[in-house]
């Protein structure tokens, strides 16, 4: 993965940065440092290649480029279009799709362009149809007035927050549930699992413009055959948000029903979660809605980064390889070996396990917050992250769980064993902390108190492991 080159690159390009700002060498110094000694298990990260992430730092990030491929607003784009182009294309191979847009900056943008698009899709080209203008400009103020009633008061169905959707699904506070008429579903209370027949309901009552399917905390898979049979018994438009999942779909591990790709008529994802690119977003969409996907910046999006495009259109060439999919499918496997590791050792999982590359851990079983768990868990060198669990009593800040994920240590060359020893230490952890109180002495849902020796005990146990598993082994700074 890494050689000596790359250690000369990194260690000159380190000092060039230092001669105007050597703090921000240090931190990026530091934060190799950082994450070498400790275990990710943040679900939503990972470690891209140097090959990825040497792409990022050039001068394609000097250059200006709104519009598409072949058609931009500013002249010499000739090699912003060849990346642009290629990670398209890598995209459009990799997971089938007939139409992909590389441009988003992050996820979150991916979705708006998503929502964008379908809105335009849907109900701008209809309304200019029945006003009888061929595009905007045609309009007059009565008309925008009648265009805005209609691309506003739409309705949009996702998952909720706590069952383990994402805010950009119609949280209300968001902006996609400030937008759109929302409504959520959930998971059942009992197994914790989606219940597609209590979702065909709502869509039936609801008739939704927009059905999303996709999460960023549920630990299983998704039938999307079902869910588009649902988005088209009502009419809707099936959008999948795969940020999470991308590298299980790329890596042919979901495969048939639990492909998006097919099924969704627009399928949002980033780039740099299990998917392991730069962090980015990427639009794939069926033929009939990529003139209004392409129209996503600059009506949504701001100017696209030639430097991201690229390292996109690297991370994906790495994710067409056929040891891709060796890792994925690892991805999966040890996310089944960390939840039987919790589970043979009496811990409450939302769901009772996993089949996908996170667990989600009900930590209220010991005594504590995820808030509180997830400090204890750093002091001891475990990174993870608080997370709702379905009807949380502690809400969306304190919370009751611990969310995990799998694709960063799997990069490293975490397996079996592994990841059944990092459930025992954070078991280890979780069981020496107890709540803390408040400076007046009330109970406090932040505050704990880890027993001594216990963070520096699980410290040296993980790093022996992370020892034989180096994070971009070869690469020297010194
Ligand atoms: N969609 C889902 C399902 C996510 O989990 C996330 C991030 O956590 C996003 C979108 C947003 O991605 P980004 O942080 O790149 O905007």
Same mark, same amino acid.
């Given at each position: 993965?890494?050689?000596?080159?790359?250690?000369?690159?990194?260690?000159?390009?380190?000092?060039?940065?230092?001669?105007?700002?050597?703090?921000?060498?240090?931190?990026?110094?530091?934060?190799?440092?950082?994450?070498?000694?400790?275990?990710?298990?943040?679900?939503?990260?990972?470690?891209?290649?140097?090959?990825?992430?040497?792409?990022?730092?050039?001068?394609?990030?000097?250059?200006?480029?709104?519009?598409?491929?072949?058609? #931009?607003?500013?002249?010499?784009?000739?090699?912003?279009?060849?990346?642009?182009?290629?990670?398209?294309?890598?995209?459009?191979?990799?997971?089938?799709?007939?139409?992909?847009?590389?441009?988003?900056?992050?996820?979150?943008?991916?979705?708006?362009?998503?929502?964008?698009?379908?809105?335009?899709?849907?109900?701008?080209?209809?309304?200019?149809?029945?006003?009888?203008?061929?595009?905007?400009?045609?309009?007059?103020?009565?008309?925008?007035?009648?265009?805005?009633?209609?691309?506003?008061?739409?309705?949009?169905?996702?998952?909720?927050?706590?069952?383990?959707?994402?805010?950009?699904?119609?949280?209300?506070?968001?902006?996609?549930?400030?937008?759109?008429?929302?409504?959520?579903?959930?998971?059942?209370?009992?197994?914790?699992?989606?219940?597609?027949?209590?979702?065909?309901?709502?869509?039936?009552?609801?008739?939704?413009?927009?059905?999303?399917?996709?999460?960023?905390?549920?630990?299983?898979?998704?039938?999307?055959?079902?869910?588009?049979?649902?988005?088209?018994?009502?009419?809707?438009?099936?959008?999948?948000?795969?940020?999470?999942?991308?590298?299980?779909?790329?890596?042919? $591990?979901?495969?048939?029903?639990?492909?998006?790709?097919?099924?969704?008529?627009?399928?949002?994802?980033?780039?740099?979660?299990?998917?392991?690119?730069?962090?980015?977003?990427?639009?794939?969409?069926?033929?009939?809605?990529?003139?209004? $996907?392409?129209?996503?910046?600059?009506?949504?999006?701001?100017?696209?980064?030639?430097?991201?495009?690229?390292?996109?259109?690297?991370?994906?060439?790495?994710?067409? #390889?056929?040891?891709?999919?060796?890792?994925?499918?690892?991805?999966?496997?040890?996310?089944?070996?960390?939840?039987?590791?919790?589970?043979?050792?009496?811990?409450?999982?939302?769901?009772?396990?996993?089949?996908?590359?996170?667990?989600?851990?009900?930590?209220?079983?010991?005594?504590?917050?995820?808030?509180?768990?997830?400090?204890?868990?750093?002091?001891?060198?475990?990174?993870?992250?608080?997370?709702?669990?379905?009807?949380?009593?502690?809400?969306?800040?304190?919370?009751?769980?611990?969310?995990?994920?799998?694709?960063?240590?799997?990069? #490293?060359?975490?397996?079996?064993?592994?990841?059944?020893?990092?459930?025992?230490?954070?078991?280890?952890?979780?069981?020496?902390?107890?709540?803390?109180?408040?400076?007046?002495?009330?109970?406090?849902?932040?505050?704990?108190?880890?027993?001594?020796?216990?963070?520096?005990?699980?410290?040296?146990?993980?790093?022996?492991?992370?020892?034989?598993?180096?994070?971009?082994?070869?690469?020297?700074?010194?």
């Amino acid at each position: 993965m890494t050689d000596a080159r790359t250690s000369a690159i990194y260690r000159q390009a380190l000092e060039v940065i230092a001669e105007v700002e050597p703090r921000v060498a240090e931190a990026t110094r530091q934060e190799l440092a950082d994450q070498r000694g400790s275990l990710k298990l943040i679900a939503s990260e990972n470690y891209a290649s140097p090959a990825v992430l040497l792409t990022m730092g050039t001068w394609l990030s000097d250059k200006y480029a709104e519009g598409t491929v072949g058609h #931009r607003f500013y002249a010499g784009c000739q090699n912003i279009d060849t990346v642009e182009a290629l990670a398209a294309e890598h995209a459009r191979e990799l997971f089938g799709a007939p139409y992909a847009y590389a441009q988003p900056h992050s996820g979150i943008d991916a979705n708006l362009v998503a929502f964008w698009s379908i809105l335009a899709h849907r109900i701008e080209g209809p309304t200019l149809a029945r006003l009888g203008a061929k595009n905007v400009n045609d309009l007059t103020e009565a008309d925008w007035e009648t265009l805005r009633g209609e691309l506003g008061n739409q309705r949009l169905l996702g998952m909720s927050l706590d069952a383990g959707g994402h805010l950009t699904h119609g949280f209300r506070p968001n902006i996609s549930g400030k937008m759109f008429h929302q409504q959520q579903y959930g998971t059942d209370p009992t197994t914790g699992l989606l219940d597609y027949d209590v979702v065909a309901a709502k869509a039936r009552e609801f008739r939704p413009l927009v059905l999303i399917a996709g999460y960023s905390a549920y630990p299983r898979r998704v039938d999307f055959a079902r869910m588009r049979e649902i988005a088209d018994e009502v009419g809707a438009t099936l959008m999948v948000d795969m940020a999470h999942f991308a590298g299980l779909v790329a890596g042919k $591990v979901f495969t048939g029903d639990e492909d998006p790709v097919p099924f969704a008529h627009v399928t949002t994802t980033t780039t740099h979660k299990s998917l392991r690119g730069p962090r980015g977003g990427l639009v794939l969409a069926q033929e009939e809605y990529a003139p209004s $996907v392409d129209r996503g910046c600059p009506m949504v999006l701001g100017g696209p980064l030639g430097h991201v495009m690229a390292a996109k259109a690297v991370a994906l060439a790495e994710a067409r #390889r056929p040891e891709f999919r060796v890792y994925a499918q690892q991805v999966a496997d040890n996310a089944k070996s960390l939840a039987d590791g919790f589970l043979s050792r009496g811990a409450t999982l939302v769901t009772g396990g996993t089949d996908n590359h996170l667990v989600l851990l009900d930590v209220s079983s010991f005594g504590l917050t995820g808030r509180q768990a997830e400090s204890a868990l750093l002091d001891a060198g475990v990174v993870t992250n608080r997370n709702a669990v379905p009807a949380d009593p502690h809400g969306a800040w304190y919370t009751s769980g611990i969310r995990l994920g799998t694709p960063a240590l799997t990069t #490293r060359g975490f397996g079996h064993d592994e990841f059944d020893r990092v459930a025992e230490l954070m078991i280890e952890v979780l069981r020496s902390t107890s709540p803390g109180t408040t400076s007046t002495g009330a109970p406090s849902k932040a505050t704990y108190r880890l027993a001594d020796g216990v963070a520096d005990r699980v410290r040296a146990a993980a790093a022996e492991m992370l020892d034989n598993h180096p994070l971009y082994p070869g690469l020297d700074l010194a």
